[in-house]
């Protein structure tokens, strides 16, 4: 395992120039017009497919960096291209690290491939975890899987929400309750394939940004799938209920559910995103101060707002550096002792809220506007502090590492 490093390789750099330049050529020019559309982009989804953005082997290669920088570094400059479509490009992604996560070698082969597709025919997956009345409290999910023993059939009932391409997605991947008495260690994550009865999209969802991501309910009924789309299979499942039943009788220890493995893979990740936004914003602030004069004078010499512009700069940096070190810890095996996934998680994403106001202020009228891209990065900022456990939660989880 590489030591830690804020050197990117040449590889890297390479990647990071070549995202930087579908992000500047293709993705910013058309973020407007599929923000006020609020539809999936799939022209930009069909094109990033096509030269191998869009792809499991991109998305692999990324995932195995050996630096664990490949993945906070696509997500930073994919979301400085515009979050709405990024989440729209790699919304896929989350539902393969649920199956990378929970999944057997066979399961990754079979069903990865298919939530991407290839460029002549691109597919969708979505990760579908939470519901109605469980967003960060999973224990509280109502979605059941029932075991049809005689046919070999999970049956899975229940309505999930908040699911990035919930409904038009090829392939989903569901969390749901096996064992209600185990709270949140009786779950189990399942793979429902294209074209099931009994799955459909229910109501989409119309937001204050990302809005060139789609979302929406998925509604489960009697859904029967085959026994071998239970993720990590029956026999790993029933000695990991076992287990959590010995647990129980103990007075319990925390075990992994499904769904918390897919999040602290992703933290990070999400760290970065919110990297990206904070940054593109910045860089239009600094652009803007540079040339805008008032009282004969670029407005980047008045100290209130060059001081505004310093601690812009400095905030995003030591948010990166967060994400980078728990990006290299996690790919290092190094437990997150202290939380640092979600730490990362928590300052990106506030950094970007804050960072993104303060550009619509150095920007003042113009900032306000649709003319200027600021107030649609305010807007996509603002998911960064609730998506994937929101900044309380964050907030609990470190807490509680350092109560330990």
């Not at 995932?63 to 990024?86: K, N, R, S």
């Not at 393969?96 to 025919?121: C, F, K, S």
């Not at 008045?302 to 812009?312: S, Y």
Request: glycine letters at 10%.
């Amino acid at each position: 395992m590489g030591e830690f490093t804020l050197e990117l390789n040449d590889d890297q750099k390479q990647v990071r120039d070549w995202l930087h330049g579908f992000a500047a050529d293709v993705m910013r020019p058309a973020a407007a017009e599929w923000d006020e559309r609020e539809e999936t982009p799939w022209p930009i989804i069909q094109e990033a497919a096509k030269i191998g953005i869009y792809s499991l082997d991109f998305y692999a290669q990324q995932f195995f960096d050996p630096t664990g920088l490949g993945i906070p570094v696509a997500m930073e400059e994919l979301f400085w291209g515009d979050a709405g479509i990024a989440l729209s490009i790699v919304g896929t992604g989350l539902a393969a690290v649920g199956v990378l996560a929970n999944g057997t070698e066979e399961q990754i082969g079979t069903w990865v491939p298919q939530m991407y597709g290839d460029a002549t025919d691109v597919k969708l997956a979505a990760f579908c975890s939470s519901e109605p009345d469980a967003g960060s409290d999973v224990a509280s999910m109502r979605t059941r899987a029932v075991y049809d023993e005689a046919k070999d059939e999970w049956v899975l009932n229940g309505t999930k929400t908040w699911a990035t391409n919930g409904g038009i997605a090829n392939v989903h991947v569901v969390v749901a309750v096996v064992d209600a008495e185990l709270g949140s260690k009786g779950h189990a994550s399942f793979i429902v394939p294209p074209n099931t009865p009994g799955l459909s999209q229910g109501q989409k969802f119309q937001k204050h940004g990302i809005r060139a991501s789609h979302t929406a309910e998925v509604v489960l009924e009697d859904v029967r799938i085959p026994g071998h789309c239970l993720l990590g299979g029956k026999e790993k499942l029933d000695e990991r209920l076992a287990r959590a039943r010995e647990k129980a009788k103990e007075g319990g220890e925390r075990v992994k559910n499904a769904a918390m493995a897919t999040f602290e893979a992703s933290r990070p990740a999400v760290g970065a995103m919110a990297v990206g936004t904070a940054r593109a914003a910045y860089e239009v602030a600094l652009d803007y101060a540079k040339t805008r004069v008032q009282f004969g004078r670029p407005i980047i010499e008045n100290q209130g707002v060059a001081f505004q512009l310093a601690d812009m700069a400095t905030q995003i940096d030591a948010a990166r550096l967060l994400v980078w070190r728990a990006s290299w810890m996690a790919t290092a095996g190094k437990p997150f002792t202290a939380a640092e996934g979600s730490m990362s998680k928590l300052y990106a994403s506030e950094v970007a809220k804050q960072v993104t106001a303060q550009a619509i202020q150095i920007l003042g009228g113009n900032g306000y506007t649709r003319e200027y891209p600021v107030e649609r990065m305010h807007r996509d900022a603002a998911i960064y502090t609730i998506f994937e456990g929101t900044s309380e939660i964050q907030r609990m989880v470190i807490s509680r590492a350092l109560a330990k």
